[in-house]
């Protein structure tokens, strides 16, 4: 089964259900004809092949700003013929069959949800949640359709403050800036995301790695200080949180995107999913990649914090940095700054700055955008 076969760009789609279900007999009618034929064979599922090797980067013409990566025309399988390949085959089916009967009886579930329910109906195919997270990215590179699409719905950690009003359908208007340090709750409801209505007069979007100084920003009404909209997916961006920050990208496109992250692999890593996406979803990343900024922290930033405050670089940060290296999406600049954290063997942290009073974040960051400090 071959969807868009002539494109050299290959993408998942957002589908209503029906068409999905439909993408998916159309899987089983083509298995079951080559079964039944004068030859019968077991098919082979032949899946956009998701390894580095397939994946591209898609950059503007005059800059930079508009860059993402997607996967190309490029296949792998999966089959029954060989005994270590055989379990993944199995469970394309078995993911398959259970979106059938979600998306039948109208429903959605989480990825966590959908383990649990497998677990007890196919134990002996499923052990972890790596191997239906996987498998899900299985199903997706075969039905060529998006995640939300397959009834699997995005479980979300972020939140959002400041100057921005959201309203679902038919409820009230909820001030995000009267949210307390708490915030606004995401929703994984990526519909429901998307028929948000918004309205700001911030002049920024700030995207913060850590939820305690998320907190600490929006304790102290940084955004009124500062017009802007503050959110945070509590570390690695979750989808939920990357989809409302690429709307509102779209709706506020004169609104510049900086991130606040930790001076470290882990936290450009970060920065770079929100601004790439990521490839283990190359089929989906465009639609929540945006153009962000590195406003902090930064190798120029070391002479603000005390050397008793910079830390070692572990093996893990080592291995993330060694990643991005070779990474073709890593422009010039945000390379320059890993190699000085690799050169350095040093890494550090957003709190360390607190060595000059609770309240210099907010001036730190205002300073920084006064100046046109990020890259």
Not at 50 to 59: A, I, L, P, T, Y
Request: some cysteine; overall charge positive; charged content about 25%.
């Amino acid at each position: 089964m071959r969807f868009f076969a002539d494109r050299e760009i290959c993408y998942a789609d957002i589908l209503p259900p029906p068409e999905v279900r439909a993408r998916i007999e159309v899987a089983v009618l083509n298995f079951l004809k080559i079964l039944t034929c004068t030859d019968p064979a077991i098919s082979d599922l032949l899946l956009i092949n998701r390894k580095s090797s397939n994946r591209r980067v898609s950059q503007g013409l005059l800059t930079d700003d508009d860059t993402w990566i997607f996967l190309s025309r490029s296949f792998c399988k999966r089959t029954l013929m060989r005994a270590n390949a055989a379990k993944a085959f199995i469970r394309v089916w078995k993911v398959m069959e259970m979106c059938f009967k979600i998306l039948s009886q109208e429903k959605r579930v989480t990825q966590r949800e959908l383990f649990y329910k497998l677990l007890c109906v196919s134990p002996d195919c499923f052990s972890s949640q790596l191997q239906v997270n996987r498998t899900i990215q299985d199903v997706v590179g075969l039905l060529r359709c998006s995640r939300y699409s397959l009834g699997i719905m995005a479980s979300s950690r972020g939140i959002v403050a400041g100057r921005l009003l959201l309203q679902e359908p038919d409820k009230e208007v909820v001030d995000c800036s009267e949210c307390g340090s708490s915030g606004y709750a995401i929703s994984g409801d990526l519909d429901l995301l998307d028929r948000l209505v918004m309205k700001t007069d911030a002049r920024y979007i700030i995207i913060v790695e850590k939820h305690a100084i998320f907190h600490r920003l929006a304790e102290d009404r940084v955004f009124n200080h500062i017009p802007s909209i503050l959110i945070t997916a509590k570390g690695y961006p979750d989808i939920a949180t990357r989809f409302l920050l690429h709307r509102m990208s779209r709706t506020f496109p004169e609104l510049p995107i900086m991130a606040l992250v930790d001076w470290n692999p882990a936290g450009l890593a970060i920065l770079c999913t929100f601004k790439f996406g990521s490839i283990g979803m190359g089929l989906e990343a465009y639609r929540y990649a945006c153009n962000v900024k590195w406003l902090g922290l930064r190798g120029d930033d070391l002479q603000l914090i005390p050397e008793e405050s910079l830390v070692s670089l572990k093996p893990r940060d080592l291995q993330i940095a060694k990643s991005l290296m070779s990474s073709e999406t890593l422009q010039e600049k945000h390379r320059e700054e890993l190699a000085l954290m690799v050169q350095s063997g040093k890494r550090a942290e957003i709190e360390a700055l607190y060595f000059h009073g609770y309240d210099y974040l907010g001036k730190y960051i205002a300073k920084k955008i006064v100046q046109a400090n990020y890259i």
